[in-house]
C-alpha cells in the first residue's frame, strides 16, 4: 500500500489538501447519527483495516493537494451547520487553516481519526475510532468526545474496553459492528451492551440509508 504524503511545501502550510470527496448528508454514525452535515474527506491512510468501507482513499498520490478555499465555500453554500473532517487519516495533514476557515464561516467542525498522529486544527467534537495496527497518541484519549470501536469479533470487546479505560470520564462510548459481519456479529454486541451499559450502540444508518 503507497502511503506517500505530500511534504509541507506541498501543502502550503496546509492551504492545500489531498482532497478526496466533499459532500452534503446525513450523518450516520455515532453520536450525531441522523443529523445533516457536510463531509470533507482527505486522502491517505496507513492503518490498512481490511474491513475499511474507504480503501479508495488509501493512496494519497492520488489525490493533488487542493486549495482549502473552493471546498470551505461549498460547505458554506450547502446550509450545514457542522462539517466532519475525515478520511483517510486526517490528522496526517496539518489542519489549523482548514479548521479556522471553516469556523470563521460560523461552522461547527468535527473530527473523525485513530488518533496515531499528532492533532492538529481546532474542533467542536473528535470522534475518536482507535485502530490496532495503529494505536492512538496519548493525547488522542484526552482529546476525544466519543470513542467508536469496531466490533468484528468477540476479541474486538477488550480492545474496546482497553481504550475506553483512558479517555475521559464525559467521553461517549460506542460500539459499532463491521458492516460485512454485522448480521453475525449483532446479538453478542447487543448482548455485550447490556451487559455493559456505559456503552451504546453505532449502526451505520447511511448504508440502510443508501447514501454517502
Known amino acids: 500500500m503507497t502511503t506517500r504524503r505530500p511534504d509541507d511545501r506541498q501543502l502550503d502550510g496546509g492551504r492545500l489538501l489531498p482532497l478526496v470527496e466533499d459532500f452534503y448528508t446525513i450523518q450516520g454514525e455515532g453520536y450525531h447519527a441522523g443529523k445533516p452535515a457536510y463531509f ?23 489525490f493533488p493537494p487542493a486549495a482549502i478555499g473552493a471546498v470551505v465555500e461549498r460547505a458554506a453554500a450547502s446550509g450545514t451547520e ?24 460560523g461552522l461547527r467542525v468535527f ?74 456479529i449483532m446479538p453478542e454486541l447487543v448482548a455485550y451492551v447490556k451487559a455493559h451499559p456505559q456503552w451504546n450502540v453505532s449502526i451505520q444508518t447511511h448504508k440502510y440509508m443508501n447514501i454517502p
Open 111 to 184: 473530527l473523525e481519526t485513530s488518533g496515531a498522529h499528532p492533532f492538529s486544527g481546532t474542533f467542536d467534537w473528535v470522534c475518536l475510532s482507535p485502530k490496532r495496527q495503529h494505536p492512538p497518541l496519548d493525547e488522542a484519549y484526552g482529546r476525544a468526545d466519543e470513542l467508536k470501536a469496531i466490533v468484528a469479533g468477540e476479541r474486538d470487546f477488550e480492545w474496546a474496553e482497553d481504550n475506553a479505560a483512558r479517555v475521559g470520564a464525559a467521553c461517549r462510548l460506542y460500539l459499532q459492528p463491521e458492516w460485512s459481519v454485522a448480521e453475525r
Open 40 to 62: 470533507i474527506r482527505l486522502g491517505g491512510c496507513e492503518a490498512g483495516c481490511p474491513w475499511c468501507d474507504a480503501k479508495y482513499t488509501w493512496n494519497p498520490a492520488l
Open 82 to 105: 457542522a462539517v466532519v473532517v475525515t478520511g483517510g487519516e486526517p490528522l496526517l495533514y496539518p489542519l489549523e487553516p482548514l479548521t479556522a476557515a471553516l469556523r470563521a464561516r
